[in-house]
Nanobody, 122 residues
Framework: QVQLAESGGGSVQAGDSLRLSCAAS????????VGWFRQTPGKEREFLAT????????VYADSVKGRFTISRDNAKNTVYLQMNSLKPEDTAVYYC???????????????WGQGTQVTVSS
């Protein structure tokens, strides 16, 4: 089974950028679809973006389309989420997850990282 670890979170000002990384270890990473989600207290975990195993397919939530970009480097076993033009409402814990299919549904993902906090101040 693959294990995931997010990094790159932090505290930034509105309008700034951050790049999150999702590093995989264990079983080969390249056969998995990988998604990014986020969660704030009291709310359900929200889908943000997903990328197919080969990187040729991507899907974004409307809330981040045009601002966030998902990419992957299978040689480095890493998936990235480039976040630009950050807003205070982007403040959340960000998670990456792996699935045996290309999906935007949270329940299709069975392996999750521990999360990384992103805080955007106005």
């Amino acid at each position: 089974q693959v294990q995931l670890a997010e990094s790159g979170g932090g505290s930034v000002q509105a309008g700034d950028s951050l790049r999150l990384s999702c590093a995989a270890s264990g079983r080969t990473f390249r056969s998995y679809g990988v998604g990014w989600f986020r969660q704030t207290p009291g709310k359900e975990r929200e889908f943000l973006a997903t990328i197919s195993w080969g990187g040729g397919l991507t899907v974004y939530a409307d809330s981040v389309k045009g601002r966030f970009t998902i990419s992957r480097d299978n040689a480095k076993n890493t998936v990235y989420l480039q976040m630009n033009s950050l807003k205070p409402e982007d403040t959340a814990v960000y998670y990456c997850a792996a699935a045996n299919q290309f999906s935007r549904r949270r329940n299709d993902y069975d392996t999750w990282g521990q999360g990384t906090q992103v805080t955007v101040s106005s």
